[in-house]
C-alpha cells in the first residue's frame, strides 16, 4: 500500500520497495517545505544553494550529498534555483525488507548509521565524490540492482566523515505546513523582485505581527534573513557568468553595492569577487 506523508506523497517506484527519481529543473514539485516518514537520500552534483534541515539553516557549495531520517521537516533542494539544477532523491522506509530487517546482526553498522541520520547527515566532499555517482545511478537500475546497491552505498557511508546537522524537530501540523508553503510559493515566484510582509501575510491568511511570529517559528529566520539569504543564493548562481559584480548585486535585489558585500560575506565568508575567483579556480 502506498505511504503518504502530510504533504509530500512518497510513491515506491514502480515494481520496488523504494523510490529512486531524478530532477533535472528546479523546483518540479510544488511542496517546498515538507516532510515525510520516509529516510532520504539526496545527492547533487553541483551547484550551491541554501540546505534547511529542521531547525538548521546553512548552504553548501560545489554539491551536496545527504541522509536524512523520518519526519524532519526540510526545504526542497531546489527552492529558488534558476541555474541548471540536477538532484537524485532516494527515500525508503524503516521497515524497507521488512519489519525487523535492521535487527540482524550483519546490519549492526547500517542500523546505527540511520540512528545518527536522524536530525540529518551531510557527507565531506570527498564521500560525495566517491559514492554520489553510485548513488545517481540508482534510479536506471533495475528493481532488484537498486535495492542491492543501496543497501552497498549505505553500507559505504557508515563511519563516513560528516556532518551531523541535529536538525530533528517535531513535523508542525498540516495547517502550518500548508501556509508555510503558500509563502514560499509566492517568494518563489516573485524573488529577486521585492516582495511585502503584507503580501505574504495574505497568503498565510495572517495579520502580519502573527505572520512573523509564524515565520520565524517555522524557518527559525526572520522574513528578512531568509529573503537575503535566498538572493545571496541567486547571486552566487549569477557570479558563475559573465556579468559584473555590480549587475549581479542588482539582479539579485539588492539596491546598495555594499549592502549586498556585507550581506554575502556575512553568509558565505567570501566577498561577491573572491566567490567569483574560487570559482575559476
Same mark, same amino acid.
Given at each position: 500500500?502506498?505511504?503518504?506523508?502530510?504533504?509530500?506523497?512518497?510513491?515506491?517506484?514502480?515494481?520496488?520497495?523504494?523510490?529512486?527519481?531524478?530532477?533535472?529543473?528546479?523546483?518540479?514539485?510544488?511542496?517546498?517545505?515538507?516532510?515525510?516518514?520516509?529516510?532520504?537520500?539526496?545527492?547533487?552534483?553541483?551547484?550551491?544553494?541554501?540546505?534547511?534541515?529542521?531547525?538548521?539553516?546553512?548552504?553548501?557549495?560545489?554539491?551536496?550529498?545527504?541522509?536524512?531520517?523520518?519526519?524532519?521537516?526540510?526545504?526542497?533542494?531546489?527552492?529558488?534555483?534558476?541555474?541548471?539544477?540536477?538532484?537524485?532523491?532516494?527515500?525508503?522506509?524503516?521497515?524497507?525488507? !521488512? %519489519?525487523?530487517?535492521?535487527?540482524? +546482526? @550483519? #546490519?549492526? /553498522?547500517?542500523?546505527? &548509521? *540511520?540512528?545518527?541520520?536522524?536530525?540529518?547527515?551531510?557527507?565531506?566532499?570527498?564521500?560525495?565524490?566517491?559514492? !554520489? %555517482?553510485?548513488?545517481?545511478?540508482? +534510479? @536506471? #537500475?533495475? /528493481?532488484?540492482?537498486? &535495492? *542491492?546497491?543501496?543497501?552497498?552505498?549505505?553500507?559505504?557511508?557508515?563511519?563516513?566523515?560528516?556532518?551531523?546537522?541535529?536538525?530533528?524537530?517535531?513535523?508542525? +501540523?498540516? #495547517?502550518?505546513?500548508?501556509?508555510?508553503?503558500?509563502?514560499?510559493?509566492?517568494?518563489?515566484?516573485?524573488?529577486?523582485?521585492?516582495?511585502?510582509?503584507?503580501?505574504?501575510?495574505?497568503?498565510?491568511?495572517?495579520?502580519?505581527?502573527?505572520?512573523?511570529?509564524?515565520?520565524?517559528?517555522?524557518?527559525?529566520?526572520?522574513?528578512?534573513?531568509?529573503?537575503?539569504?535566498?538572493?545571496?543564493?541567486?547571486?552566487?548562481?549569477?557570479?558563475?557568468?559573465?556579468?559584473?559584480?555590480?549587475?549581479?548585486?542588482?539582479?539579485?535585489?539588492?539596491?546598495?553595492?555594499?549592502?549586498?558585500?556585507?550581506?554575502?560575506?556575512?553568509?558565505?565568508?567570501?566577498?561577491?569577487?573572491?566567490?567569483?575567483?574560487?570559482?575559476?579556480?
Amino acid at each position: 500500500m502506498i505511504k503518504r506523508a502530510t504533504l509530500e506523497a512518497v510513491e515506491p517506484t514502480p515494481g520496488s520497495s523504494l523510490a529512486a527519481f531524478r530532477h533535472d529543473v528546479a523546483n518540479p514539485c510544488p511542496v517546498h517545505w515538507h516532510y515525510h516518514p520516509e529516510y532520504e537520500l539526496v545527492y547533487v552534483p553541483h551547484g550551491s544553494g541554501q540546505r534547511q534541515v529542521g531547525r538548521h539553516v546553512g548552504r553548501y557549495d560545489q554539491g551536496e550529498l545527504l541522509l536524512l531520517g523520518p519526519h524532519v521537516p526540510h526545504l526542497s533542494y531546489g527552492f529558488g534555483q534558476r541555474a541548471p539544477f540536477r538532484e537524485v532523491v532516494v527515500q525508503f522506509r524503516a521497515d524497507l525488507l !521488512g %519489519p525487523g530487517w535492521l535487527e540482524a +546482526p @550483519e #546490519l549492526g /553498522p547500517v542500523r546505527s &548509521l *540511520l540512528q545518527q541520520a536522524q536530525g540529518g547527515l551531510v557527507f565531506a566532499d570527498a564521500v560525495r565524490r566517491s559514492v !554520489g %555517482p553510485q548513488v545517481e545511478q540508482l +534510479p @536506471e #537500475l533495475p /528493481p532488484w540492482e537498486r &535495492l *542491492l546497491s543501496l543497501l552497498a552505498i549505505l553500507g559505504q557511508l557508515v563511519g563516513a566523515p560528516s556532518l551531523g546537522l541535529e536538525a530533528s524537530v517535531p513535523a508542525p +501540523p498540516p #495547517l502550518a505546513q500548508q501556509r508555510l508553503n503558500r509563502v514560499l510559493t509566492l517568494l518563489d515566484q516573485r524573488l529577486p523582485k521585492p516582495v511585502s510582509v503584507v503580501e505574504l501575510a495574505d497568503a498565510a491568511a495572517l495579520s502580519v505581527p502573527a505572520f512573523c511570529r509564524f515565520f520565524k517559528k517555522m524557518t527559525q529566520r526572520t522574513v528578512t534573513e531568509f529573503i537575503n539569504e535566498w538572493r545571496v543564493q541567486h547571486a552566487c548562481l549569477l557570479l558563475r557568468e559573465d556579468v559584473s559584480i555590480t549587475e549581479v548585486g542588482y539582479a539579485s535585489g539588492f539596491l546598495h553595492l555594499s549592502h549586498f558585500n556585507r550581506l554575502f560575506r556575512r553568509s558565505t565568508g567570501l566577498t561577491p569577487s573572491a566567490y567569483r575567483a574560487r570559482l575559476a579556480v
